[in-house]
């Protein structure tokens, strides 16, 4: 864990607010950042997710848990610049090392909590892989010449970036009981040929997404909060 590491437009006319408590970058390249990671993502009043996965919590340090749902809904290709403004300074100039590797790798799910407790729900920990038959994990990278730099985006190939619809702390989003909170997850370029599969390590779910297929049953929020899950993760190794 100690590497770094996830109708029919939403319209121009909704102004995202942005809180960053890291970033360098100014509120507005900041907004205007986040309005790019979720303009043109399709909306479909019944839509169905493609996936879903079980997140749990316990308030009171195991009796009772809580599984919340994460549903995911959507995987698409976003340009590296819609990310930049949202990182922190030392971060934004080693993530432009990927420049030449193409789009990287967005996905959106949304978390519902059917429980009795507050649970904290992130994608900080979640990691991309691929089946044995089309060249391992090692595949997933676009080049077989990374330098030691970029290198750290793929062993393993975590998010780079999240947004949720709810204030984070340390990457992940309280979910209150019967609230849901979508959450956004952006990794490292990845090689498009190849099935990409999600998948979560504690408590264990994973399963392959198409790119560019689904919708959304309702378009997120006008408020979203970023975080930097290079930085979570240095917390929680620190902790």
């Excluded at 009171?60 to 976003?78: E, H, K, N």
């Excluded at 992130?122 to 676009?142: K, S």
Aim: charged residues 15%; hydrophobic residues 40%.
């Amino acid at each position: 864990m100690g590497r770094r590491r996830w109708p029919v437009a939403l319209g121009a006319a909704l102004l995202f607010t942005v809180l960053l408590s890291s970033c360098g970058s100014s509120t507005t390249t900041a907004s205007r950042a986040v309005r790019d990671l979720v303009a043109g993502l399709p909306v479909r009043t019944h839509a169905q997710p493609l996936k879903t996965g079980l997140d749990s919590c316990s308030p009171d340090g195991g009796f009772y848990i809580d599984q919340t749902r994460i549903s995911f809904y959507y995987m698409r290709l976003v340009p590296l610049r819609d990310v930049l403004p949202l990182l922190p300074g030392q971060e934004r100039r080693d993530a432009q090392s990927l420049a030449h590797f193409g789009k990287l790798l967005e996905v959106v799910a949304l978390a519902t909590n059917p429980g009795a407790s507050t649970c904290g729900v992130g994608l900080t920990q979640t990691v991309l892989e691929t089946a044995a038959a089309f060249g391992g994990t090692n595949h997933l990278d676009p080049s077989r010449h990374l330098s030691s730099l970029q290198n750290t985006y793929y062993q393993p190939i975590r998010p780079i970036l999240e947004l949720a619809s709810g204030p984070l702390s340390v990457c992940s989003a309280d979910v209150n009981p019967g609230a849901s909170v979508w959450l956004m997850a952006v990794f490292p370029p990845v090689r498009a040929s190849v099935p990409v599969a999600v998948v979560n390590p504690s408590p264990p779910f994973g399963f392959y997404l198409p790119l560019n297929r689904g919708a959304l049953p309702a378009p997120p929020p006008t408020t979203l909060y970023p975080a930097s899950v290079d930085h979570c993760l240095q917390i929680l190794n620190a902790g």
